[in-house]
């Protein structure tokens, strides 16, 4: 026997764009001389034959005639669509966007060809298409495997330490003290003593047997949201790893809608530099925020709507900074915008509860009727259906009445986050 190596560099430069077709053969080493000789043969054809595309499509001046071109016709088509939307001419480069998007009926392999060719451009502007096949996206890169004794409260601490401490907002301050606080109250709680966090000589103390994890990543968390506001200290979370740590959080809460509302708020917050949009594209944050808008919250939707718009400078001129949520449009639209409407909630209010349809009270002992038309936002679902040429846009700002009840990082839900 003979040891068979095949030269897979060019299957890996270009990704598995297409699917490797590989007719059976005969195990008769006498006839066709063998099964390993024609799975190499097939193997360099199938490869040949996509260099040979990818060349005459992306390397030569785009024409739509191709004499000599090597493949079906929906191939042909789909290539033909990728090259436009890596056009210089606007209008065309859009146009296929949205001539993509429409195409529901593809092969899976056909979706994974244009998650791995398209390009970080393109495959924004598929993630702020209405009702678009979560196929047309590349799942977020593997990250290394955990070690056993692997904290995430602990990568987040060290992430918060690399950050600028000095010359902070009053309000990061008290949010990175509270994360990092090393006091003897907190070394006492992790061995089941007592966990106390306030400020200014008013502290609110919880015994707790164990300080829930999910707990004091919250409170990490809350800190890099106000970190993400400084464009500065968004350069360093990206340089320190903090998109792939964030990312390896998110997946690991699935179950705390808090924690990954935090995260993507944080994501919008760094989207607003444009440098750093490759690294959010690299880290895989495209795919999830397209997971993210479909979601019926109203609340998370529009966080990833907030983050991808920032995301999106083919179509969106505007740039929407921490706490300016659009409720409609939050897809990309044909749809001329006439006026903006601007919703701003009243004292102990919110940006999305302050404007949900009044609760229904039902007795007890009676089955609620199904009611199809409750609104978690009537700004987003009602007046968007009756008035499609607006934009609707909800903004949060605190209103909390106390000072004191302004440093409780308990109750946060009597701000505006919600």
Request: aromatic share 8%; charged share 25%.
């Amino acid at each position: 026997k003979k040891l068979l190596q095949i030269d897979t560099q060019a299957i890996h430069q270009e990704k598995l764009k297409s699917h490797v077709y590989i007719r059976t053969s005969s195990l008769n080493p006498n006839e066709y001389q063998g099964i390993t000789y024609q799975a190499r043969k097939e193997i360099h054809r199938a490869v040949r034959k996509i260099l040979e595309t990818e060349a005459k499509v992306f390397r030569r001046p785009f024409n739509e005639h191709f004499s000599t071109f090597d493949g079906e016709d929906h191939e042909c088509a789909l290539w033909l669509l990728l090259k436009r939307t890596q056009s210089e001419d606007k209008e065309v480069r859009l146009q296929a966007v949205q001539e993509l998007a429409k195409n529901t009926h593809w092969h899976d392999y056909q979706y994974g060809t244009v998650a791995q060719a398209c390009d970080q451009r393109t495959a924004i502007g598929l993630a702020r298409s209405k009702d678009i096949d979560l196929r047309f996206f590349l799942p977020p890169p593997s990250l290394p495997k955990m070690k056993n004794d692997y904290l995430i409260e602990d990568e987040l601490r060290l992430l918060l330490v690399s950050l600028p401490q000095t010359g902070l907002d009053p309000c990061v301050q008290y949010f990175t003290s509270l994360a990092l606080r090393e006091s003897s109250q907190t070394l006492a709680a992790q061995r089941g003593g007592l966990w106390c966090f306030g400020g200014n000589g008013l502290p609110y103390c919880e015994t707790l047997g164990k300080v829930p994890s999910e707990t004091v990543e919250l409170f990490c968390l809350q800190a890099l949201v106000q970190h993400s506001k400084v464009s500065s200290h968004c350069d360093k979370i990206e340089a320190q790893g903090g998109l792939q740590l964030l990312q390896r959080i998110y997946q690991l809460r699935k179950d705390s809608a808090k924690i990954q509302r935090n995260i993507i708020r944080i994501i919008g917050n760094m989207a607003l530099d444009e440098r750093l949009h490759s690294s959010i594209v690299r880290a895989g944050w495209v795919s999830v925020l397209a997971e993210v808008m479909k979601s019926p919250h109203v609340i998370q939707s529009s966080h990833a709507s907030r983050a991808l718009a920032n995301l999106d400078r083919d179509t969106v001129q505007e740039k929407y900074p921490d706490g300016v949520y659009v409720l409609h449009p939050q897809y990309r639209s044909s749809q001329p915008i006439r006026a903006d409407i601007l919703f701003v909630h009243g004292l102990m209010g919110a940006a999305f509860k302050t404007w949900r349809q009044q609760d229904i009270d039902q007795p007890v002992d009676k089955k609620a009727p199904e009611v199809q038309e409750y609104s978690q936002c009537w700004p987003k679902t009602w007046l968007a259906s009756d008035c499609p040429a607006l934009r609707i846009i909800s903004v949060e700002y605190d209103t909390r009445l106390s000072d004191w009840k302004a440093k409780c990082p308990v109750d946060l839900e009597g701000g505006t986050g919600g």
